[in-house]
């Protein structure tokens, strides 16, 4: 909920009321919005933007790539096509003739944060988390380890991991730390029959490869025990069923504690997914090729190299889960140590938002301090006028792609409640085209039309600006 002198905002009657007010003053002016990052928060923030305040809006939308969409474009799997799909949605707000994209643009660099808002009523940082919490073992710098939002990002043609060394003719077992829904996508991908994948919009250098992967075996690794697993039970069933594929887990590894018995009493979903696990063990006892390994209660240590600088085995150590104060399980380490070979490793142990320069950021939580969306001033609890943010750089990297609408709902409510109080640019201020043409960035600009959208629905290929 967003407060304000007392008064709560976010019910309908309330928020209706606002808007009458703010169109009825500002009948002859537009409210100019900056959104910083086109992935799923950007564009469901321009999208209320001009639900709520109609013609008298403009929005202006910047990414760092040529082509928008986000985690959208680069971080689903291939072969989910219909998740994919949300970006027909994207796609109508962006051809809305109150909205212009400009790619190929960096904040902080090829316009600094404080330009930009002398340009706007008001800013919105949507521009997610595009870093990864580090391993932070011994041997993580051998070649050969990356993290898995590296790896996505190289099967999604992203530009900036297109080129990632990896031969996967010369790969035979994988190891992936993690047990979110990310590093189950990195398991399947290496792991099912590649003519499926040639299907999908999968890059054609990953697809090339998979074609002449040596993998045999995929081992996922986690701290914790099945119950605290975090992946979905759609996601697990997907990887369990994979034809050609023998599942391994320790019979030990998915026995539960009283504590765990409890957990799945209050959550069907974990229920659920432990359920899958034990009945799917058993399931494929007698299959045969390729091979995935689930390993819980293990904690990587170190990573030791060949002669080359290269992975070749992990070393890792038994966990025990011990209850905590607030009744929660940890895992706590026994002592018992174990080695891993492994000739490519993955870390999938979360993403991460990198601060901007102008703006504050908490290096704890990894997010830009804000109230309801609102933008807090460094070292201070009250909000900077006319800057706002939205999605992961908001709260964190959290949540489904669904999650971003209701915050963006969250962030646009601010904007309404504060229109009346923010700084107007001035007349004479330039357009934000005149800005960086004025700076020689050559972006991908002006108004998102339909030949933009087709080149970005082709696979490798980016537009030129």
Known sequence: MLFRSGRKLGD????????????????????????????????????????????????????????????????????HPDTKNVINQYTQIGLDSRVSYFGNVTV?????LSRLRRLYHAVVLAYGAESNIQLKVPGEDLHGVYSARQFVWWYN?????????????????????????????CARVLLQPPPRLGTTDIAEHALRQLRDSAVERVDIIGRRGPVQASFTAKELRELLK????????????????????????????????????????????NTSGRQLHLHFLRTLKGIQGDEQGAVSSLQLERNELRTAADGSQRPAGTGEMEHLP?????????????????????ERRGIIPNRGGRVLQ????????GL??????????TGIIGTNLTDAQETVAAILQDAQSLSAPADDAPSLQQVLQESGVQAVSGAYDSSLVHNLQQKDRCPQP
């Open 378 to 385: 460094a070292g201070s609890s009250e909000p900077d006028p």
């Open 242 to 285: 994979l034809e050609g594929v023998r599942v391994v887990v320790d019979p030990d590894q998915l026995r539960v504690t009283e504590t765990d018995e409890v957990e799945m009493k209050a959550s069907r979903a974990k229920r659920r997914i432990f359920d899958i696990m034990k009945s799917s063990l058993d399931a494929s006892s």
């Open 108 to 112: 902080g660099t090829d316009v600094q």
């Open 12 to 79: 309908t009657a309330t928020l209706g009321a606002l808007l009458c007010s703010f169109v009825t003053k500002r009948s002859e002016s537009t409210l100019k919005v900056c959104v910083v990052g086109s992935g799923p928060a950007g564009f469901y923030t321009t999208a209320q933007i001009l639900k709520q305040l109609g013609s008298t809006a403009r929005v202006d939308i910047l990414d760092r790539l040529p082509t928008p969409f986000g985690l959208v474009r680069s971080g689903v799997a291939p072969d």
């Open 157 to 185: 043609a992203h530009p900036d991991h297109r080129n990632l060394p990896i031969d996967l003719s010369k790969i035979r077992r994988v190891a992936i730390f993690g047990m979110g829904n990310v590093a189950l996508d």
């Open 342 to 362: 492994a000739d490519l490793v993955l870390g999938s142990i979360g993403y991460r938002c990198n601060p901007l320069e102008g703006a504050p950021f908490d």
């Open 388 to 397: 706002y943010v939205a999605g992961w750089v908001k709260r964190g990297p």
